[in-house]
């Protein structure tokens, strides 16, 4: 059974830097799109970046773009969220996710089947 599990959050100032992992075990993901999502506070969770391994593409939530970079460890089963001028809006718990089948959608919640248990980014102004 695949099991992801995220580490890196905690908390840093405005214009401060981190860097998330999300170590996939059980199962190469060599082939599979891994996301980042985000939840903050009373909001809805919502996509931040994605990574498909085949192809080596990118996506970005537009409110990351520029700051933000995904990347991935193929032989270490391991995805990355880089995390440059953070902003307290940036607040939230962050949650990778992977999908090994096809993905339709890179930004939607439903179109992956495994989460981790989130790690929580506090931003001080």
């Known amino acids: 059974q695949v099991q992801l599990v995220e580490s890196g959050g905690g908390l840093v100032q405005a214009g401060g830097s981190l860097r998330l992992s999300c170590t996939a075990s059980?199962?190469?993901?060599?082939?599979?799109?891994m996301a980042w999502f985000r939840q903050a506070p009373g909001k809805e969770r919502e996509f931040v970046a994605a990574?498909?391994?085949?192809?080596?593409?990118?996506y970005y939530a537009d409110s990351v773009k520029g700051r933000f970079t995904i990347s991935r460890d193929n032989p270490k089963n391991t995805v990355y969220l880089q995390m440059n001028s953070l902003e307290p809006e940036d607040t939230a718990v962050y949650y990778c996710?992977?999908?090994?089948?096809?993905?339709?959608?890179?930004?939607?919640?439903?179109?992956?089947?495994?989460w981790g248990q989130g790690t929580q980014v506090t931003v001080s102004s």
């Open positions: 996710a992977g999908q090994y089948g096809s993905v339709r959608d890179v930004k939607l919640m439903g179109s992956y089947d495994k």
């Open positions: 059980g199962r190469s993901f060599s082939n599979a799109c």
């Open positions: 990574s498909i391994g085949t192809y080596v593409l990118r």
